[in-house]
């Protein structure tokens, strides 16, 4: 309580910090917290009548950081200080929320692979279908399996609000630094919607061109062969939603999505020396095997009635299915000396997942006494995941049948005319995991190990309590309990001695995190400010250890605190706002099971400090924002200083002026052309010269949007 206390007295004089509700000021929508509301919280209660801390990132916000950045996954970590710094990869692996991974979500509907996590699910859909992005932070059930950091929820466009024809448009260019041919890159996009009386329909497109990436000296940042690219990339996504209004005012809606991006393997990784400062670059030439690759299906439909008995029912029912192609090489996991005894053979891998899924929900003021909201529902979710090696056509995973039933129960009490509120509720998970008999590759024996059914039952629940002493001031404490697996497509081909059972070998005790937070939050005339507190612990957590090529899982203990602020300055300047925020995060784990932590979380685990600041303005039909972001040095508690991090600060500009021929904008990345290494790339396999990669230098996007 020190700690949080100091905070908040340093934080009274440092640096304002970037708005919880990244809405513009004059949104008609946002204007009080209390006409917002989250579908990613599961109700129809506002965001202020729940205890949790939440960023709604609107379409207009969300399209002006995509065309600095150039997707979610960016925009997302460039807007909130919580969230590490991106790889700049196609792989999300190490990026975190408040130190956990995150639970990216479209329309609520989960994008991970959770058996065999891949770590692709932030490019699932293109943002340019996306109309807002909800950022629930912490540890959280409310989403099922995942979301140990918290939920980032994608929410694709709606319905049209006018019966006709309308739609809109995207044209953009993206030229590096120096307008090196080879560095740019294009994209475009539409979308058209159709409404006549109750029915609704919308269907669109898009295809990017990304260039090779330069860093702030010029050089050609070096490719991941590995985990794959987004650099010299072509990406193209479809989009279609059908919506019916029932005559007694239900809406049934369809929604459908393919997103695929595939790297165009032209250049091969020169690798870098990282005892003389040198980062990896590249340069062309032929990469073997299929091209590193991630492709996205999903297809939903759902119903929402309103107005049953007084309550809302919700029905969703969703299939999805993801496919990602990794790049190869001979890694000694590989080698097979009866396919080639050279110990030279070439393969890569391939994860193949498909979920089905469907929820139920039922929420109601309880008669007679109205100020008790109670919500029930019921999760069911079926994933098979398997990995194999596409060079071969051998199965280094084994096909793995995950099965997820969860009931759940939620109220929400207002006392004193709504003075106090008290918030709370339970999910029952049961889940089971099912292998059939599986050989492992030669590499690990090879062994034969027999199949199981595993299982666990879990209670997880969440409290809270809100006051809201006077009209703009809101404070809450909360608890809720997340739960994900840890990667057990890891632990399964890992197996190297005989005689293994699934059934007894397998650990599915879940990674049960919680987080305690509290909260305060001011929202009242030209000021909005928030400050809140957080910790959170896993008995059992899972963490991600290098062994040779691959990473291993480990069960350990992790503790994880933090320290969040942010404000935002409606100026007596018309048209212009400051804001800014801060994040403080410290994580330790157990390493040597004594049931103390004694050892820092790795970049892999934790992300630095940091500090942001912005300043917008708007003018009639010009607006521009001008934003920084200083991620904060961090060393850690290991034996050298190899993996210390040095930090590094960015600046970004956008500028754009609104026409009767559409909107015409230039969004500038790294405005100063700084030099860096990314956060990844040097904390994390320091020994390893092929992955010290420096960030992005200078870029410009030059862009057109219409509407009709």
């Given amino acids: 309580m020190y700690r ?84 700049e990869k196609l792989s999300g692996a190490g990026e975190s929320l408040r130190g956990r991974a995150p ?49 980032v929820n994608q929410v694709t466009v709606g319905a049209p609000v006018e019966d006709g024809i309308s739609g809109r448009a995207i044209a953009q260019v993206t030229l590096p630094d120096g307008f090196d041919g080879e560095g740019i890159g294009a994209k475009i996009g539409s979308l058209a919607s159709y409404r006549a009386g109750n029915f609704d329909a919308s269907i669109g497109a898009t295809m990017e061109r990304r260039g090779a990436f330069f860093d702030g000296a010029g050089r050609r940042i070096g490719v991941d062969g590995t985990q794959g690219e987004t650099q010299d990339s072509d990406s193209w996504s479809v989009f279609g939603r059908i919506g019916y209004e029932l005559p007694n005012g239900a809406r049934l809606e369809v929604v459908a999505n393919r997103f695929e991006l595939e ?48 309550g809302t029912f919700a029905l969703n029912g969703f299939y999805s299915r993801t496919s990602d192609v990794f790049g190869g090489g001979t890694f000694g996991v590989f080698q097979d000396p009866a396919i080639d005894p050279t110990g030279n053979l070439f393969d890569q891998s391939a994860n193949r997942s498909r979920k089905l899924g469907g929820r139920v929900s039922y929420e109601r003021a309880v008669p007679g006494l109205e100020d008790l909201v109670l919500t029930a529902g019921f999760d069911a979710l079926f994933d098979r995941t398997e990995q194999v090696l596409v060079q071969t056509d051998r199965t280094w995973v084994p096909q793995s049948d995950f099965r997820s039933l969860a009931p759940y129960i939620q109220g929400n009490l207002a006392l004193a005319d709504g003075l106090v509120r008290l918030a709370g509720g339970l999910r029952y998970e049961n889940v089971q995991l099912s292998v059939d008999d599986y050989e492992t590759l030669a590499s690990y024996g090879p062994v034969q190990v027999d199949g199981g059914s595993p299982s666990f039952e879990d209670v997880l629940w969440n409290g809270g309590l809100i006051v809201e002493p006077v009209t703009g001031l809101r404070a809450y404490a909360s608890y809720a309990e997340g739960f994900t697996i840890a990667d057990v497509g890891r632990i399964l081909r890992g197996v190297t001695q005989p005689g293994v059972d699934v059934d007894d070998f397998l650990s599915l005790e879940p990674v049960v995190s919680n987080n305690r937070e509290l909260g305060l939050e001011w929202d009242r005339g030209a000021l909005s400010a928030s400050a809140s507190y957080f910790w959170s612990s896993s008995d059992f957590g899972s963490l991600l250890v290098l062994r040779g090529d691959v990473f291993e899982v480990e069960r350990q203990r992790i503790e994880i605190e933090g320290f969040e ?10 048209g212009l706002s400051l804001s800014g925020g801060y994040a403080n995060l410290s994580g330790r784990t157990d390493s040597d099971d004594d049931g103390q932590v004694d050892v820092d979380l790795d970049g892999a685990n934790i992300s630095p400090d940091r500090i942001n600041l912005a300043a917008d303005y708007t003018n009639g039909p010009f607006s521009a924002r001008a934003q920084m972001r200083s991620y904060l040095s961090r060393a850690f508690d290991d034996a050298g200083d190899a993996t210390d991090f040095e930090g590094y600060t960015l600046l970004d500009a956008f500028v754009a002026y609104d026409t009767t021929l559409g909107e015409f904008a230039l969004a500038v990345q790294n405005l100063t052309d700084e030099t860096y290494l990314t956060y990844y790339s040097d904390t994390v396999r320091v020994t390893d010269n092929n992955r010290y990669f420096a960030g992005r230098g ?11």
């Fill in 4 to 87: 949080f206390a100091a905070s908040l007295a340093a934080m009274a004089v440092a640096t304002p910090a970037i708005a919880q509700d990244f809405t513009p000021p004059d949104d008609e929508e946002a204007q009080g917290d209390e006409r917002i509301v989250v579908s990613a919280t599961r109700t129809q209660l506002p965001a202020s009548a729940l205890p949790l801390t939440i960023d709604v990132i609107d379409s207009e916000t969300l399209a002006q950081q995509v065309l600095i950045a150039g997707s979610t996954v960016d925009a997302v970590s460039a807007l909130l200080p919580s969230f590490s710094p991106t790889r």
């Fill in 103 to 151: 639970l990216y979500a479209i329309n609520s509907i989960p994008q991970s692979t959770p058996v065999r996590d891949g770590s692709r699910d932030g490019y699932t859909i293109d943002p340019f279908f996306i109309d807002r992005v909800e950022v629930i932070y912490g540890s959280n059930a409310l989403q099922g399996i995942g979301g140990t950091g918290g939920v």
């Fill in 263 to 310: 790297g165009n393997a032209n250049y091969v990784n020169v690798r870098g020396d990282r005892d003389a400062g040198i980062p990896a670059t590249s340069e062309r030439g032929v990469t073997p095997g299929e091209p590193a690759s991630n492709t996205a299906e999903l297809l939903s439909a759902s119903l929402v009635d309103d107005d049953i008995a007084g």
């Fill in 565 to 574: 602020a942010s404000a935002t300055w409606q100026t007596p300047i018309t």
């Fill in 698 to 708: 200078r870029t410009f996007t030059l862009s057109w949007r219409g509407a009709f």
